[in-house]
């Protein structure tokens, strides 16, 4: 049999593999000069190889179609990945959040253990070649045509599989390829949006939810902090109309020029962007982020640090009292939005004011009006519609023969390793030779 696998990242590579040993002769094509080039920077370059949570819980943390992935976490799991990286001398290590990274902090050390598996079982691989048909008869692939070095080529296909992933960071080849592919082939492909983004906060005056005290919008506020991280804080998306908590998360933030990003915030999109009307919300400014500053404290144990704080300082002036509380970026913008005037000695702050203070560090808000660009997604949300792909073999409905594995389908999960295990099992999956 001959495979064809189209697109060389780790859902690729790992069909290649999975599709070897059955066998088959196997070719991976891939339109840049080599393999894995989003892989290198997943963990910003560290490689969040997968996660230690039981493989039964992976559904959980997929908010995009998780259950249409039982099978392939049955056929190809967190525990294979980690052995198939031992096996090629990759140890891993486990650390906050179940994450399994490389004990060398390096991702090539995890494509190199692809690149390493792909030798020595004998896969061509093909590079600076793009894929431009797939050629069927009678319901089924036969061939696949690609440019490369100018000139139009051919080669015969039993099986395609296709991993070219999603829209996002198109500067390792993720570019919607794969998409205008299988439309022509008659499949059909949902909405694609960011998942897993950073979030804009609002830069409109007039559709501000919140008492800015001063700073106009929450852009502003954002970017008086840009650079500030924060951990171990609690977070909120919150719907205002319907006064309910659509996602939170515990963990960290970091503050932009143009918002808010950072794990918990990346996660949390992940979840946002399929909040009914969710759209419609962020253009009236009715989604907030909120920000528990101090979430191993209630507000009366707060209040009690505070007042303990403020005894210590007491003959200071309020804007030089807060430097055991806050992070140095973040003084100046609580001091503002508190509304207690900064020179105002400390042993002077009313009870009110002080519990003012206390409310705002439990409930830091900021208005969120959108994400930024899905070319500057982690993951794509939206894709090959699942309907229309076998779930036990990731086989096409439409056309024999055709095969779909990672960010390609309808499939997305939070931050934590989630989206490189669907990659690694769809593709697994995908080149199997399952009857």
Do not use: W
Not at 36 to 53: A, F, H
Not at 274 to 292: C, F, M, S, V
């Amino acid at each position: 049999m001959k495979v064809v696998v189209i697109g060389g990242g780790p859902a690729g590579m790992m069909s290649a593999i999975s599709a070897k040993k059955t066998g088959a002769d196997v070719v991976i094509i891939e339109k840049m000069n080599s393999l894995g080039k989003k892989l290198l920077i997943t963990g910003k370059g560290r490689c969040n190889i997968t996660s230690s949570v039981d493989i039964s819980e992976f559904i959980n943390n997929i908010p995009g179609n998780g259950r249409f992935l039982f099978s392939a976490f049955q056929n190809f799991s967190n525990e294979d990945i980690i052995n198939f990286m031992e096996r090629h001398m990759v140890k891993v290590k486990e650390e906050r959040g179940n994450r399994i990274f490389p004990v060398s902090d390096k991702a090539k050390d995890v494509l190199d253990a692809f690149y390493d598996e792909l030798k020595d079982i004998g896969v061509k691989i093909i590079t600076n070649a793009k894929v431009t048909n797939i050629i069927t008869e009678n319901e089924s692939v036969k061939k696949v045509e690609y440019d490369k070095d100018n000139k139009k080529q051919t080669i015969d296909a039993d099986k395609v599989v296709l991993a070219t992933g999603g829209k996002s960071y198109p500067a390792t080849g993720s570019t919607g390829d794969g998409y205008e592919l299988a439309k022509r082939l008659g499949h059909t492909v949902t909405k694609i949006k960011p998942s897993l983004i950073p979030v804009v906060a609002n830069s409109n005056q007039n559709v501000e939810n919140i008492n800015l005290a001063g700073y106009e919008t929450s852009q502003n506020l954002c970017k008086d902090m840009q650079g500030l991280s924060l951990r171990n804080v609690k977070i909120s998306f919150f719907d205002e109309i319907k006064n309910k908590v659509i996602y939170d998360d515990f963990g960290e933030l970091l503050f932009t020029h143009f918002g808010i990003s950072g794990p918990t915030v990346l996660s949390g999109s992940a979840h946002i962007i399929r909040y009914k009307n969710i759209d419609e919300l962020l253009k009236q400014g009715k989604i907030t982020l909120a920000i528990d500053l101090k979430p191993a404290l209630d507000k009366e144990k707060l209040d009690d640090r505070i007042l303990r704080d403020f005894e210590k300082e007491k003959n200071k002036d309020f804007k030089n009292s807060l430097n055991d509380l806050l992070p140095q970026k973040m003084i100046t913008p609580i001091i503002k939005l508190s509304g207690i005037n900064p020179d105002k000695k400390v042993n002077e702050i009313s009870k009110d004011e002080r519990h003012r203070l206390v409310d705002l560090l439990k409930s830091f808000k900021v208005t969120i009006s959108g994400f930024r660009p899905v070319e500057e997604a982690i993951v794509t949300a939206g894709g090959i519609n699942i309907k229309e792909i076998n779930p036990k073999t990731m086989e096409s409905k439409i056309v024999n023969g055709l095969f779909f594995a990672g960010e390609i389908i309808d499939v997305d999960a939070y931050t934590g390793g989630f989206n490189l295990q669907i990659a690694y099992s769809t593709g697994y999956t995908a080149g199997m030779d399952i009857k």
